[in-house]
């Protein structure tokens, strides 16, 4: 199975620190994906990577940066923390082949901004 | 640019009842279609996704949906709900497969006994 592997189920940071959210998936995917989910707004797209050093900008981009240094791995970067980054964030994989369809999910990562 | 709409925030049925979800889209193309389902605690899983073909599709759990281009819609069904149905439950639209998706607000069923 297909697995996308988040660092961290639960996070706590103070407002204005760096924060680092890791993610890595086994399966070779060409794609890989942040998404923040919150209560009645669904998931929303932050980032995406359809390739290594590759990114594009989302929907809701301000206030994140993002790395893809290997293919496997795909890193979402707060600057600086603010509160209402407080959310749960989603990373997911993806084929860009016509040969599978839809995302692989990790398990989320819960950050609260304090 | 495309969007979802799921107009039912919470749904509450009795178990062994019929489930219907609503997910209406838009897109200005033959849109790639997924329901995901996300129950307390888990990441998100693929019920059944809809590209091309039948119009009525078939997923995993006993779900089934239906693409109506006309309406656009694509609406989740389940003839008779279980317990552990009790979940949140995402429509999303791609442009292609591997695409990035949009995903609705949403849908929470709870099951009562």
């Known amino acids: 199975d297909v697995k996308v592997t988040q660092s961290s189920r639960y996070l706590v940071k103070r407002t204005g620190e760096k924060v680092f959210l890791e993610c890595v998936q086994d399966?070779?995917?060409?794609?890989m994906f942040w998404y923040r989910q919150d209560p009645g707004l669904g998931l929303r797209l932050i980032y995406f990577?359809?390739?290594?050093?590759?990114?594009e900008k989302g929907d809701i981009p301000e206030g994140y940066s993002v790395s893809r240094e290997k293919k496997e791995r795909f890193s979402l970067i707060l600057e600086s923390a603010s509160t209402n980054q407080t959310s749960m964030y989603l990373c997911?994989?993806?084929?860009?082949?016509?040969?599978?369809?839809?995302?692989?999910f990790g398990s989320g990562t819960r950050l609260t901004v304090v | 640019a495309q969007s979802v709409t799921q107009p039912d925030i919470h749904i509450t049925v009795s178990e062994g009842a019929s489930l219907e979800l609503r997910c209406n889209y838009s897109?200005?193309?033959?849109?790639?279609l997924f329901w995901y389902v996300q129950s307390p605690g888990q990441g998100l899983q693929l019920l059944l996704k809809?590209?091309?073909?039948?119009?009525l599709v078939q997923g995993i759990k006993g779900f089934e949906a239906e693409f109506k281009r006309s309406q656009s819609s694509f609406n989740l069904r389940k003839p008779s709900v279980h317990w552990s149905d009790a979940a949140e439950y995402f429509c999303?639209?791609?442009?292609?497969?591997?695409?990035?998706?949009?995903f609705g607000g949403g849908t929470r069923v709870l099951v009562k006994p």
């Open positions: 399966m070779d995917h060409e794609n």
């Open positions: 997911a994989s993806s084929e860009s082949s016509t040969k599978d369809y839809g995302y692989t």
């Open positions: 999303a639209v791609g442009a292609y497969a591997g695409n990035k998706l949009t």
């Open positions: 809809y590209f091309s073909g039948d119009t």
């Open positions: 897109y200005g193309a033959t849109p790639y």
């Open positions: 990577s359809y390739d290594v050093k590759m990114k």
